[in-house]
Structure formats: structure tokens, C-alpha cells
């Protein structure tokens, strides 16, 4: 066996896959920004931007370093979607030709030039970045606004919850803020949730991140684009009572066989994963046993037929979910996606 080491296998074909169907349930002229900010939530930004260019109409990035290496690879629109905080910052973006978010009073010296493209951000219920409406509505007479083609954005707060009654609040917000302003402005609100759970009220841009890797709770329909996975490198039989792992958390309670696998906390399987997460080994369903430590990960194999040293454990994968594993251990999908870390080897299919 060769030096093991966890691995993520990353199917681009889902990925294309799940924009694919993202837009089937669009109106046919709804644009679709794929965000790729955080390095493609953890899938590889430069890849995966290449590998997707022909099916989409522009990007969401925060960080400028991330736009300008996603700029190299398309010529279509790229979002900094927390706009820019300093006037070096801005030329950068207006060379590379970014689109800019402004969201509060220090990012207005963006509307002193007028070919960037502005993003202007309203916060409509959501309580964490953007104007208030009525401060919109005297920006657009202090700069002049019905003049200007911008896009008027907002995010929601629980657009995967259609039950919370806030998304009603944010939605009419936005409308009775549109309605009140006459000018030549698209309207963006929509990311994965929105698209799903209200594909009516997507206007003219959709912002989807999650969906794109597939970490939507209860959705079949989109694929996780990620193995996760990496080796068995120890098999060992306790006895009844016997303690395993960092603090001896876990206690036996029968006769047991268990895995040691080769990857950890440090290669982004959280140590708050909760004792009886489900893995596969061998085709068969195992469960997590004892605490995660840094560079292993203990697994209960007492029913495993035939694990052996050097058999892949999938940590998860396009049926046994990132998005589950986090929800048993009150951790979202897009976490566990983002805090893959370098030394883990990536590997692309369908490239
Ligand atoms: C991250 C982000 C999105 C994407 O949200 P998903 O839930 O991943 O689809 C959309 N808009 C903004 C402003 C974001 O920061």
C-alpha cells in the first residue's frame, strides 16, 4: 500500500447536471450567476469556472483575489457580491471589469464612474448587509439613479424554508421597493432555495451556490459532486467495556471490531461529527465510533463481512450525503464542503 491519503473525487458532470436542471425551472430569460466564492464552496475554483463557462451568464465572488483569477478563464460578468473598500480595490475591479455590489455609504464612491456595473444591495429583512429601502430611494435622487442601469439585489434569510413567514416580508419589500422607483434596473433576490422553492419570483438574475454541488436537504433531483474518502489503515477487536479515541468517550458495549481510517479533523471530517454517522465501506454501511481526531477516524465494523487494511472508507458521497452527515451533527452542508483542506488530494472526473 502506498502512502494512503484522503482523497476528494469531484464529478463535474454533476455539476453541470444540477445547473443544468437549476434552469429548467427558470423562466427562460432568468439569468444564472454560479457562485463560486470560497474556491467553488470547496470544489476548486479555477476548474470548475473552465468547465461550466457555456452554461452560465456570469459569477459571484467576495474575494477580488478569487474574481481575478476566475477572470483569466471567461469573459463573462463576475460579481463582487460584498462590492470593494478601498479605492485601490476599485480599480482593480473596474480593469478587470467586475461588477460591484455597493451596500453601504463608504462603497458610494463607485457611482463616480459610470461604466462600472453596480449591484445595489437592499437589505429587505435579512438584517446583515444592504440599505434600508427609503435610503435607496434617496441615493437614486442623489446620484441621479433612473438614468443608470443597475441591478437592484437583495438575499434571503430562509428561502429554504418556505414555511418562515420572513420570506413573504423580504419578497414584498423588494416588490414595493421596485414599484416605488422608476428606473432601468434588473432585480436580482434568488439563490438555490429561491430557485426551488419559489421559481416565480426569480426576476431577472438567480445567484445559486449550493445547488450547483448539491447540498440541498430533501432535493434528489441534485447531485453531490464530492467523494469524500480515504483508507483504512488499522483493524483492531475490543472487548466489552474497552474505551476508544481521545477522552475514552466511547465505551463498547459488546465484543466489537473496529476501523482506524486514515484522515481526520485535519483534513476536514469535523470533529463534532456525531458518534453513528453513516460511512460506507465495501459497499456496506458502517457508522462513525469515538471522537475524531486529527488524522484518524474510528468506525465500527463489527458487521462489516470482510474489511481488510487498505479498503476504502467513503466518508460521503452522491448517496450517503455530506448534506445528512451534517444535519445529524447540526452542521450545514456548505460547511463541510467548504473546510476540505490542502493536504487532501483532489481528483476530477468527467472532466
Ligand atoms: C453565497 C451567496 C449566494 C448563494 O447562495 P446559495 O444558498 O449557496 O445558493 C447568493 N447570494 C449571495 C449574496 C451570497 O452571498
Known amino acids: 500500500m ?38 467553488a464552496y470547496g470544489h476548486g475554483l479555477n476548474i470548475i469556472s473552465k468547465s461550466i463557462d457555456d452554461l452560465v451568464d456570469g459569477y459571484g465572488l467576495v474575494r477580488l483575489e478569487e474574481a481575478t483569477s476566475v477572470r483569466k478563464y471567461t469573459s463573462k460578468k463576475i460579481l463582487l457580491m460584498q462590492g470593494v473598500y478601498s479605492e485601490d480595490d476599485f480599480k482593480i475591479a473596474y480593469d478587470n471589469k467586475f461588477d460591484l455590489v455597493v451596500h453601504n455609504k463608504n462603497q458610494l464612491f463607485a457611482f463616480e464612474n459610470s461604466d462600472i456595473n453596480i449591484w445595489l444591495k437592499v437589505n429587505t429583512g435579512m438584517n446583515r448587509l444592504g440599505f434600508l429601502p427609503e435610503e435607496i430611494i434617496s441615493l437614486h435622487k442623489l446620484y441621479d439613479l433612473d438614468k443608470r442601469k443597475y441591478v437592484l439585489m437583495s438575499h434571503l434569510a430562509c428561502s429554504d424554508n418556505p414555511k418562515d413567514q420572513l420570506n413573504e416580508k423580504q419578497f414584498k419589500s423588494f416588490d414595493q421597493l421596485a414599484d416605488a422607483l422608476e428606473a432601468n434596473f434588473e432585480k436580482s433576490i434568488g439563490n438555490t432555495g429561491c430557485i426551488l422553492n419559489y421559481p416565480d419570483q426569480c ?105 481488510n487494511i487498505g479498503d476504502w472508507c467513503i466518508l460521503w458521497n452522491e448517496e450517503y450525503t455530506h448534506t445528512n452527515i451534517a444535519k445529524d451533527s447540526n452542521l450545514i452542508s456548505y460547511e463541510l464542503m467548504t473546510r476540505i483542506t490542502p493536504r487532501v488530494k483532489v481528483i476530477y472526473e468527467n472532466l
Request: hydrophobic share 40%; glycine share 6%; charged share 25%.
Open 203 to 307: 426576476f431577472d438574475w438567480v445567484r445559486s451556490g449550493i445547488g450547483l454541488y448539491g447540498g440541498v436537504l430533501g432535493n434528489n433531483k441534485l447531485k453531490s459532486a464530492m467523494t469524500f474518502r480515504s483508507q483504512v489503515i488499522e483493524i483492531r477487536n475490543i472487548k466489552q467495556n474497552d474505551r476508544v479515541g481521545y477522552n475514552g468517550r466511547v465505551i463498547a458495549k459488546k465484543d466489537m471490531k473496529i476501523a482506524i481510517v486514515y484522515a481526520g479533523y485535519a483534513d476536514g471530517f469535523p470533529q463534532s461529527i456525531m458518534d453513528n454517522s453513516k460511512v460506507v465501506i465495501n459497499d456496506q454501511v458502517a457508522e462513525t465510533f469515538g471522537q475524531v481526531s486529527m488524522d484518524l477516524i474510528s468506525i465500527d465494523v463489527t458487521n462489516i463481512s470482510n474489511c
Open 2 to 39: 502506498r502512502e494512503p491519503s484522503a482523497e476528494l473525487i469531484i464529478d463535474i458532470d454533476r455539476i453541470r447536471n444540477n445547473i443544468i436542471y437549476l434552469k429548467s425551472l427558470l423562466k427562460p430569460d432568468t439569468k444564472f450567476m454560479a457562485i463560486l466564492k470560497a474556491n
